[in-house]
Nanobody, 115 residues
């Protein structure tokens, strides 16, 4: 059974930092593409960052230079380091593992940035 457990969210002031973690079981993340999405209240879920199995990385423009996605194959965990957080980063953050026709989602972790 595949399980993705996201953690690390919380309440932080603008300009602060958080590191989100997505720990996987039942699946080897090194063989999958990984992504972080977020969904703010009343808005559509959006892709924030992704890292392919070959370690190609992309970011949405609004987080470039502030967020960093990384993967630790030994820990089977993907991270999202978020620096210089802004109130508009407030959302529930989800991790996703996908490859070919298969995809798996974590349960989400709340990030709230106060101004």
């Amino acid at each position: 059974q595949v399980q993705l457990v996201a953690s690390g969210g919380g309440l932080v002031q603008a300009g602060g930092s958080l590191r989100l973690s997505c720990a996987a079981s039942g699946i080897a993340l090194r063989n999958n593409h990984m992504a972080w999405y977020r969904q703010a209240p009343g808005k559509r879920r959006e892709l924030v960052a992704s890292i392919t199995a070959a370690s190609s990385i992309t970011y949405v423009d609004s987080v470039k230079g502030r967020f960093t996605i990384s993967r630790d194959n030994a820990k089977n965990t993907v991270y999202l380091q978020m620096n210089n957080l802004k109130p508009e980063d407030t959302a529930v953050y989800y991790c996703k593992a996908y490859r070919n026709l298969h995809s798996y989602w974590g349960q989400g972790t709340q990030v709230t940035v106060s101004s």
